[in-house]
């Protein structure tokens, strides 16, 4: 995979290149629906949704959205099931006592051979003097619990180096 094949980079994107070159060509190329897109397509709604609501911001459009495309079968998911994973969401992170410093942030890092590195922040917070990384996830796969297995994730760990470098703070990773 070299420059001439893909000059922008990614976690996620450098993930499914790695896991099938061929799904990451459809996916990032040729932009035609993969198995699992659709679980990109939730991910991008609910992360609209946690974004707004941190923001204070109403976010039934996004929520009407999301009804939609389960409507038109665009998404395989259950009515109701955005709306109540971003509530849950908002119950559990009591975004009352915590500052928000970013949301959805786009960082970028050029690399010597000219290619680029993005990365989307979803959230960083301080939270009692501590400044903290959220990264929300959807996905089948089995989540990630435990400090143990959450404190060497190669995405966080990215991203914390990001952060750090592009907005000077120290991350409590």
């Known amino acids: 995979m070299g420059s001439d094949t893909m000059s922008n980079y990614s976690y996620s994107r450098l993930n499914a290149y790695n896991s099938c070159p061929r799904k990451h060509s459809y996916m990032y190329e040729e932009k035609i629906y993969t198995e699992g897109n659709e679980f990109l397509v939730l991910g991008d709604l609910f992360h609209q949704c946690i974004d707004k609501a941190t923001k204070g911001e109403d976010f039934s459009s996004v929520i009407n959205d999301y009804e939609a495309k389960v409507k038109v079968g665009i998404l395989s998911t259950e009515s109701g099931l955005l709306e109540y994973v971003v509530n ?69 760990l990215t991203y914390c180096s990001l952060v750090q470098d592009h907005m000077n703070i120290i991350v409590d990773a």
């Open 88 to 156: 849950k969401y908002i119950e559990y992170y009591d975004m009352s006592d915590e500052e928000i410093i970013g949301s959805e942030l786009v960082l970028e890092e050029e690399w010597e051979d000219g290619d680029t590195f993005k990365g989307i922040v979803d959230r960083i917070v301080e939270k009692d003097s501590m400044i903290i990384i959220r990264d929300t996830k959807t996905t089948l796969k089995p989540l990630k619990y435990t400090t143990n297995q959450v404190k060497y994730n190669s995405q966080l």
